[in-house]
Nanobody
Framework: QVQLVESGGGLVQPGGSLRLSCAAS????????MGWYRQAPGKQRELVAT???????NYAASVKGRFTVSRDNAKNTAYLQMNSLKPEDTAVYYC????????????WGQGTRVTVSS
């Protein structure tokens, strides 16, 4: 079992920045991927960005160039730096961790709300 603690959401004006953090509890399973998904009101949950233990990253087209995902393997923590935020980035952001031996859907954080509004 892997437990996740997210932080960093909040209200920001368009064009502003936020940084999300996701700390994973110590696990006996190897965590090979950490990432972020988001769900806006009335929409399905969608991929935002992921980063593997080797540092390979993957981004949704809508955030490429504005968001940066990173991780600190020693701390089992992932970060999502969000710049140039737009109102359409408003959503609940969920951390997801994929671990060898864990469920195929990975482990999910409780979610942190990001609101981009003037």
């Amino acid at each position: 079992q892997v437990q996740l603690v997210e932080s960093g959401g909040g209200l920001v004006q368009p064009g502003g920045s936020l940084r999300l953090s996701c700390a994973a509890s110590r696990s006996t399973f190897f965590i090979y991927s950490m990432g972020w998904y988001r769900q806006a009101p009335g929409k399905q949950r969608e991929l935002v960005a992921t980063v593997t233990s080797g540092g390979s990253t993957n981004y949704a087209a809508s955030v490429k160039g504005r968001f940066t995902v990173s991780r600190d393997n020693a701390k089992n923590t992932a970060y999502l730096q969000m710049n140039s935020l737009k109102p359409e980035d408003t959503a609940v952001y969920y951390c997801n961790v994929a671990a060898i031996g864990g469920p195929s859907s990975g482990y999910w954080g409780q979610g942190t709300r990001v609101t981009v509004s003037s």
